[in-house]
């Protein structure tokens, strides 16, 4: 089961927005992006305010964050006075064919129902009521269509009302069984403890809580092993046995853990970070607390003696715990694996390098089963090729873009909403301090400490996406020279050339050769004049390509179409969106294909016209 969409009312600062996550349907990795005190934590607590989990809650509380505590935190800050209005958060998910078979098993087994319908989408929606700045009412409202017929009793088709006894039978089945978790992360820096109980102690409640919620980590951890082990018989009664081949036996089953955690922790460490840990590996211990006669586990680092996690550098502890929690979670046996994690500002306290190569492993921790969503402000963790998932969270009641208006935040002026990307630089072109870190990686504004690359101004995102496809997977050219810079339209360039110019830096742009692309080299000449003479080209001015002018004419025909069978198999002529869209899910999910020759002579003669000018 996956969400396609949240819609938050009336919470905190929100007043009405929506969260798509079905722009790129296969896309797992979705970035906010926007000032400090913008909302990006907001979007976040409203998500997390909606999960129907007992996990997400454990996991704040066991972890030591802080949340919504309060009903009367919900209410904006500008109308606590008198708010008399419903606080909602509305989640559309849709279920997956295996998710109907499930159901449809269930319904029948256990609720004596034929589902003869499939459901598709739900939605359901959290709600809190409030008048006068109390909370007077909690719902839950669940939108979905139950049709099939009583087993056994008739072939009436029926549709069945929420009041039913088989349709409340059917929906506990699915909130208890089948929704997504969610598991939000305000920080991933935190204690962790030196020994994780295994069994149940006594005292501190908070103390029980957070060694049990440690405790399913373990399994999990076990889980990913695929030996079959638990925690209670492979571990806890093996320690108490005192029998030496049970001792052997445990002793196997904490090396294997030990490897996977120096294999994937360790090396994902070296990986991403390219800074070898030398000598040091993860050990994992089992022992008897003899004062409180409990089984414990250790976690050290061996390095010329033996330390605790919590004793290494602020960057490997912050590294440790987010691969615990979000790589060995999907591990879970026992409940649906589809996860929602939630991440405030993953990583900003780690150097700019160590950022980017996170970056651009987050993709590589995303899988079918699990999603991320997390903000940001850094454009070291904005990845060009998300950009379609990328969104913009905006507070009106904030403007950054003069020094004076800092001082004119106003409480009642607070709403913020959440726009994709290239909706909001549409919109909003003047307001680039929001968007600036997405400016920043695709080289359009560099900060003050970045190299200024040169690079190949284009009309829009079509042609940024059918280059790099090109480049990365038909010709696997590395391309160290430049980089291909998308515009908002082939009228647009002015302010890239009026920076590019004033940066001294090369460039060139390459417009289409269709009367709007004439007409746009035309203005641009006039307005800059012969500075820009030897820099700007249409492709009717390549030699040796064929007459057509748009970049997309320089496809086959038949090379077109079979692109956009790959998500519409009944596709016949060619449509432009389609093809666009199709085109950008095979580079964002690297798939490899293969073209005509034709069409890569096509291409390879711009790209080989390109090189020519740097």
């Known amino acids: 089961m996956n969400f396609l969409k949240f819609r ?55 972890l030591g964050f802080q949340t919504i505590q ?81 087993k056994g009793r008739s072939k009436k088709i029926i549709t069945l009302d929420a009041e039913s006894e088989t349709w409340q039978c059917i929906v506990s089945y699915i909130r208890d069984n089948l929704l997504p978790t969610i598991l939000y992360f305000p920080n991933f820096l935190f204690d962790f403890p030196e020994k994780i109980y295994l069994e149940d102690i006594t005292g501190d409640t908070k103390k029980q809580k957070e060694h049990a919620f440690y405790k399913e980590i373990i399994q999990d951890l076990l889980d990913s092993l695929n030996q079959d082990l638990n925690i ?45 840990i030398a000598n040091k590996r993860i050990l994992v211990e089992a022992k008897i607390d003899k004062e409180i006669n409990k089984v414990y586990l250790e976690f050290l680092i061996e390095d010329d003696g033996y330390f605790s996690i919590n004793q290494r550098s602020l960057g490997f502890r912050w590294f440790f715990a987010f691969l615990l929690f979000t790589k060995y979670r999907g591990y879970r046996s026992r409940k649906s694996n589809n996860i929602l994690f939630l991440l405030d500002e993953p990583a900003s306290n780690l150097h700019t390098t160590a950022q980017l190569r996170l970056q651009r492993s987050l993709g590589e921790m995303a899988k079918d089963d699990c999603k991320f969503i997390y903000t940001t402000h850094s454009q070291y963790l904005i990845n060009p090729k998300w950009l379609e998932t990328t969104y913009i969270v905006k507070n009106e009641g904030l403007s950054y873009e003069t020094d004076e208006n800092i001082d004119e935040f106003s409480p009642k002026k607070t709403k913020i909403t959440i726009h994709p990307y290239r909706q909001f630089i549409s919109e909003y072109p003047d307001q680039t301090s929001y968007f600036k870190p997405v400016l920043d990686i695709i080289d359009y504004k560099p900060s003050q400490l970045d190299m200024v690359p040169d690079v190949v101004m ?14 990365e997977f038909i010709f696997n050219k590395e391309n160290n020279s430049y980089k291909f810079l998308p515009g908002l339209s082939c009228e647009k360039l002015y302010p890239l050339i009026q920076h590019y110019l004033a940066w001294g830096k090369k460039f060139i742009i390459i417009l289409d050769g269709d009367k709007a692309g004439i007409d746009a080299k035309k203005e641009y000449l006039d307005q800059f004049g012969d500075i820009i003479k030897d820099k700007i080209y249409t492709y009717q001015d390549i030699s040796g390509l064929p007459k057509p002018a748009k970049l997309e004419d320089y496809i086959t025909k038949d090379d077109k179409i079979a692109i956009q069978q790959i998500l519409n ?33 096509n291409i390879k003669t711009i790209l080989d016209f390109i090189d020519t000018k740097f």
Request: net charge neutral; proline share 1%; with cysteine.
């Open 8 to 62: 938050i009312q009336n919470f905190k600062g929100i007043e009405d927005t929506i969260l798509n996550l079905n722009q790129v349907p296969s896309a797992n990795i979705f970035t906010l992006i926007g000032l400090n005190e913008s909302g990006k934590t907001t979007v976040l607590e409203a998500l997390n305010f909606w999960s129907y989990s007992q996990e997400s809650k454990d996991t704040i509380e066991c």
């Open 70 to 150: 309060d009903d009367y935190e919900l209410i904006p800050i500008g109308e606590t006075s008198n708010f008399s209005k419903c606080s909602s958060v509305a989640a559309t998910l849709k279920l997956s064919i295996r998710d109907e078979i499930k159901i449809k098993k269930y319904a029948e087994e256990n609720c004596n129902f034929i589902l003869t319908e499939q459901i598709g989408e739900i939605e359901i929606k959290k709600s809190k009521s409030f008048e006068n700045s109390k909370c007077t009412k909690t719902n839950n409202f669940w939108t979905i269509k139950l049709v099939g017929k009583i």
């Open 232 to 276: 209670q018989v492979h571990i806890i009664d093996r320690k108490r046995s005192g029998d030496d081949n049970d001792e052997n036996s445990l002793r196997k089953v904490l090396l294997d853990l030990s490897k996977e955690l120096n294999n994937n922790i360790l090396g994902a460490w070296n990986e991403i970070f390219k800074r070898k």
């Open 458 to 471: 284009l009309e829009g995102k079509n042609d940024f996406y059918t280059f790099k496809y090109f480049e």
């Open 569 to 601: 198999p009944s596709s016949k002529t060619y449509n432009k969106k389609t093809f666009n869209r199709t085109l950008q899910e095979l580079y964002l999910t690297q798939q490899a294909f293969g073209f005509s020759q034709d069409s890569k002579n």
